[in-house]
């Protein structure tokens, strides 16, 4: 079993940054993939962007080049670096991974891009 515990997420103006971590914990050997998804009011859940074992990443084009996944093994954390939020970046995001055929999920934190 894993376990995720997201956090970080908050109330932000247009244009501000913030970072979510999520922590893992229980047995989290041989996770292959890690990603963050969000989900919109209204809207289906989405992909925002992955991590693999080897630190290939892959992002949602609606945030390249404004979102950095990373993770830090040692420490058990991923990452998702936010600059430049727009309105649109609100909703709850959750992280995942994946272990074997396994996609553990995290309870979500919420990200409100508003003035």
């Known amino acids: 079993q894993v376990q995720l515990e997201e956090s970080g997420g908050g109330l932000v103006q247009p244009g501000g940054s913030l970072q979510l971590s999520c922590v893992s914990s229980g047995d989290t050997f041989g996770i292959i993939l890690m990603a963050w998804y969000r989900q919109a009011p209204g809207k289906q859940r989405e992909l925002v962007a992955q991590i693999s074992s080897g630190r290939s990443t892959n992002y949602a084009d609606a945030v390249k080049g404004r979102f950095t996944i990373s993770k830090d093994n040692a420490r058990r954390t991923l990452y998702l670096q936010m600059n430049n939020l727009s309105p649109a970046a609100t909703a709850v995001y959750y992280c995942?991974?994946?272990?074997?055929?396994?996609?553990?999920w995290g309870q979500g934190t919420q990200v409100t891009v508003s003035s």
């Open positions: 995942t991974h994946r272990l074997g055929t396994r996609d553990y």
